[in-house]
């Protein structure tokens, strides 16, 4: 079911801004949009658990040596096959009913998690285990691709901002209650490799939510309003990526979203192997901070809530300063995070650092997340999702693989740290250029020819299911446009 917004609905974009509880009452009295949410946090909260017992396996199991290559080379095989098919993926979720591909990869997702669990109850490592979690993981990812190019259909646009805070944030956080969970799991049944197998299993509790919801949602709801043939279809799968590509290039505002999401994801994961190596092998208890596996659960726990702050954050400014104001705001602010938090390398500095990186990272892909949907049309959002999931992960695991050549077995790296600062600030200026650029390409063309609407974003025959996201193409930042 798709909301348009009425004649009332730039009234109605200044107050969710203002009132976080009426945005929030508004969002749930949609039925479709409370299912997507159930979903999402059902997805996530498994994601959490999954990783989280599989993390602990690799990295804090007294009998392995974690260095930093093999750290990077775990991420790296987790997540990078999959970032360089999604955008090939990402072509289905613009053909496929979304609902239906929500019910089978939910249901695969559980069957390869159960399965999983007995490779590493078996006593597998190596190969075995890292294509388990690659295949589990890529699943999870298609389904997480699918909810977002969803969301317009059950959310009015002028509520997509608000929205976004309150999917993506719960469902990371969700996803950082899922990992508490599997570290308490882990304490209670032991530190065993055959103990980790049933923490994994628990994770397919979240496949059965997903399945059992989604059967409930109405069939052709969530799009893609235009579904093309077989041929089509395969034509399409086949050029993914080149799609997404030159969908996000045409879209005002979402080529630099993408830019500084990708800088966060860099500087992120930088950080991430020095806090794992710190947590492993330089830190040690101060008072109720934990250092060890317990340290890397409460550095998850103060992710979780900076994300949990940027879901009340992130709306009202960019109410106040648009999209593109806030994406300025967080890079900024994360760079002098770094600076003043990371360096000391101090548990409580991590943790102050770890809850400001939250709110950053978040509050960026929920801008990143608004473009895209306010911008790109239905028939190409799943494959600019899935390639926004690319640059999440691709420039993740980068940095990663990166920092593991320069990183001491410690963690101890000042010069890391101020390298991580560095690059957010190298993303504000890619993001700056990118919208110049933009500007100016919008500008040529204005003058050499009349306007005329891309045939990848308007139909020529509208369904009444499009949401106005998909008709939207105003340039980010301008007075009075629609970018909150």
């Not at 002028?158 to 929205?163: I, W």
């Amino acid at each position: 079911m798709t909301v348009a917004p009425g004649p009332a609905a730039p009234a109605a974009a200044a107050t969710p801004a203002r009132n976080p509880v009426r945005r929030l009452r508004e969002l749930l009295v949609h039925p479709g949009f409370g299912k997507l949410l159930t979903v999402r946090l059902a997805a996530q909260w498994g994601d959490g658990v999954f990783q989280a017992a599989l993390g602990g396996l690799v990295l804090f199991s007294p009998e392995r040596e974690a260095d930093p290559l093999m750290v990077a080379l775990g991420l790296a095989t987790v997540l990078l096959p999959y970032s360089l098919i999604g955008p090939f993926a990402g072509a289905l979720l613009d053909r496929w009913d979304r609902r239906r591909v929500m019910i089978v990869a939910g249901a695969l997702r559980g069957v390869l998690t159960l399965l999983t669990a007995g490779v590493v109850l078996a006593g597998v490592t190596g190969p075995g285990l890292y294509l388990g979690a690659l295949a589990t993981i890529g699943v999870s990812r298609f389904i997480q691709a699918g909810l977002s190019a969803a969301l317009p259909h059950v959310v009015a646009d002028e509520h997509l901002v608000g929205a976004n805070s309150l999917v993506t944030t719960s469902g990371a956080v969700a996803a950082a209650i899922g990992a508490g969970c599997a570290i308490g799991l882990r304490g209670l049944i032991g530190p065993q490799d055959t103990d980790a197998a049933w923490t994994t299993a628990v994770a397919a509790v979240g496949s059965l939510v997903i399945v059992l919801v989604a059967t409930t949602i109405a069939r052709g709801s969530l799009g893609p309003d235009e579904r093309s043939e077989a041929a089509q279809a395969l034509r399409a799968v086949a050029h993914g990526l080149v799609d997404g590509a030159r969908a996000a290039r045409d879209a005002p505002g979402v080529l630099a979203a993408f830019g500084a999401v990708a800088a966060h994801r860099l500087a992120f994961g930088i950080t991430t192997l020095v806090v794992m190596l710190l947590m492993r092998n330089s830190l040690t208890d101060v008072g109720p901070l934990k250092a060890g596996i317990a340290g890397l659960g409460e550095v998850v726990a103060a992710v979780a809530a900076g994300l949990g702050v940027a879901a009340v954050v992130t709306p009202w400014l960019t109410g106040k300063v648009g999209r593109t104001g806030t994406v300025r705001v967080m890079l900024v602010l994360a760079a002098v995070a770094l600076l003043s938090l990371g360096l000391p390398m101090t548990l409580p500095t991590i943790l102050a650092g770890s809850f400001v990186l939250g709110l950053v990272g978040q509050a960026i892909k929920l801008c990143s997340d608004a473009a895209v949907q306010r911008e790109v049309g239905d028939d190409v959002r799943g494959r600019v999702f899935s390639l926004s999931d690319t640059t999440f992960n691709v420039t993740y695991v980068i940095a990663v693989a990166g920092a593991a050549f320069l990183c001491p077995p410690s963690g101890r790296s000042p010069l890391l740290l101020v390298l991580a600062a560095a690059i957010y600030l190298l993303g504000l200026v890619v993001h700056e250029l990118a919208l110049r650029w933009q500007q100016r390409r919008a500008g040529d063309q204005g003058d050499t020819q009349p306007a005329a609407p891309s045939p990848a974003r308007v139909s020529t025959a509208p369904s009444p299911s499009v949401s106005s996201s998909s008709r939207s193409h105003r340039a980010d930042g301008e007075p009075g446009s629609d970018d909150r």
